[in-house]
Nanobody
């Protein structure tokens, strides 16, 4: 059974930091790109960042550039999101996801291209 399990969410003050982790089990994702998405309260799920299968290419939405860093450990089958200088508008449920297609040069930004999802972890940033 394939599972993605996020951890590391919580309540933090504005300006603080959190590090999200995503542990994958049931199959290796070393040949697949991955991404972090988030769903703010009352809003649609949105892309945060992606990383390609090798870890050599990353992408960030403008709102998190310079504050968030996506990384992966292919040997550990794990994905990470370091979030610094957090803002109240970063409050959301954060999901990790794995691409449905292996060995892409660049990662798609649409959620329907990702076929494995975690259950989500809540991040709340207080002002």
């Amino acid at each position: 059974q394939v599972q993605l399990v996020e951890s590391g969410g919580g309540l933090v003050q504005a300006g603080g930091s959190l590090r999200l982790s995503c542990a994958a089990s049931g199959r290796s994702f070393s040949r697949f790109g991955m991404g972090w998405f988030r769903q703010p309260p009352g809003k649609e799920r949105e892309l945060v960042a992606t990383i390609n299968w090798s870890g050599s290419i990353t992408y960030y939405v403008d709102s998190v550039k310079g504050r968030f860093t996506i990384s992966r450990d292919r040997a550990k089958n794990a994905l990470y999101l370091q979030m610094n200088s957090l803002k109240p508008e970063d409050t959301a449920v954060y999901y990790c996801a794995a691409d449905s297609t292996p060995l892409r040069a660049t990662q798609p930004s649409t959620s329907n291209e990702y076929n494995y999802w975690g259950q989500g972890t809540q991040v709340t940033v207080s002002s």
